[in-house]
């Protein structure tokens, strides 16, 4: 059960969709982005010094576009970095503003230890910035959802439909708590993610909106490990349609060389030398600037320039995350933007 001590009078109810309330696209103008520094030595073996690194510079380039929140400078403590799945899904109102959902996170799956601490950061981001929350004990992370603003929800069956997150609710339920809560009439569901990705599968590994009719998905060469799950995916996108009923425009982005990390031999999921999940389609787009992580693994210079022909006239910045990938995600994972 989730616990939450936000006070009553920020404690919103029923169905934010039919109070007029939607989730916007990434693309649209952002207030603040929310960040948490790598700090847990578990989750980066043998690199968080360099993890930390390559997360400063990234923050560095990302306060000069929008105003950067970080957590730890706030008095928020958590047991870890990946904001964008524990922390609030925001959404907004023509007239009433910003809102948000909190959802419940269960480390994954249970897959680790417990997140007290992370599962309580949107409780304590409303109560602090006095912004109205919808509390659920419904399992979603943010990471596992991408929105056109405009009525269509991407995401994965691997990851949503899967038994250890909410296992009693039909893909009826969870399309129904994503209409609800996002304002969203249309799922697009895919198969599933790449390897190494202890999420079971995050949408933003391996497809993302960067348009409301446009769609950048992974595709990786024959002989790859992911190979065969993102052709599925692709396959499946060919035919995907948007809330119009009209199709999407999917435009391929090339996957890393297969990058591996030697992880300790107790690290779940990644125990020995194991494939991290380097993607660029882990971007986090911020007030007219894509931050694209590149990895020095032979497919960076096409990445970026595959982003930059579907983003005209954004500035595109490319970070280095050779290192913070090695905690199994990056610079999307490590972001939870809050609309302006």
């Not at 919808?134 to 399992?139: A, G, I, N, P, T």
């Not at 032979?298 to 905690?327: C, H, Q, T, Y």
Request: aromatic share 8%; proline share 6%; hydrophobic share 40%.
């Amino acid at each position: 059960m989730k616990q939450d001590t936000a006070p009553d009078s920020l404690k919103l109810e029923g169905s934010a969709a039919a109070q007029g309330f939607h989730m916007p696209a990434e693309w649209e103008r952002q207030a603040c982005v929310w960040v948490v520094r790598p700090h847990n030595e578990e989750t980066w073996p043998g690199c968080l010094k360099a993890a930390k690194s390559e997360w400063d510079a990234w923050r560095a380039k990302l306060s000069k576009v929008v105003e950067v929140r970080e957590t730890g400078a706030l008095g928020i403590p958590t047991n870890d970095s990946w904001i964008r799945d524990f922390g609030p899904i925001f959404v907004k109102h023509a007239t009433r503003g910003v809102a948000a959902h909190s959802f419940r996170f269960n480390g994954w799956g249970d897959k680790y230890e417990a997140r007290t601490l992370d599962d309580a950061v949107p409780t304590a981001i409303s109560t602090r910035w006095s912004i109205p929350m919808w509390h659920h004990d419904f399992v979603l992370e943010g990471g596992s959802i991408d929105v056109n603003g405009t009525g269509t929800v991407l995401t994965t069956s691997q990851c949503l439909a899967s038994e250890n997150r909410n296992p009693q609710a039909a893909r009826t339920h969870i399309e129904s708590t994503l209409k609800d809560a996002l304002g969203v009439t249309n799922s697009v569901w895919l198969p599933g993610g790449i390897k190494g990705d202890d999420t079971d599968g995050h949408i933003d590994d391996i497809a993302r909106f960067v348009s409301r009719d446009t769609i950048v998905a992974l595709r990786a060469p024959k002989g790859h490990p992911d190979f065969e799950v993102l052709e599925e995916n692709w396959e499946v996108l060919q035919s995907a349609v948007d809330e119009k009923g009209v199709r999407f425009k999917i435009v391929g982005l090339p996957v890393p060389n297969p990058i591996e990390y030697d992880y300790p031999a107790d690290r779940f999921g990644a125990g020995g030398r194991s494939m991290v999940p380097a993607s660029h389609a882990n971007f986090l787009l911020s007030n007219q600037t894509a931050f694209v992580p590149i990895f020095d693994s032979g497919s960076d210079e096409r990445a970026l320039e595959v982003i930059a022909s579907v983003l005209p006239g954004w500035k595109i910045e490319a970070v280095m995350a050779r290192n913070l990938v090695v905690g199994l995600g990056s610079l999307h994972c490590l972001s939870c933007q809050q609309p302006g």
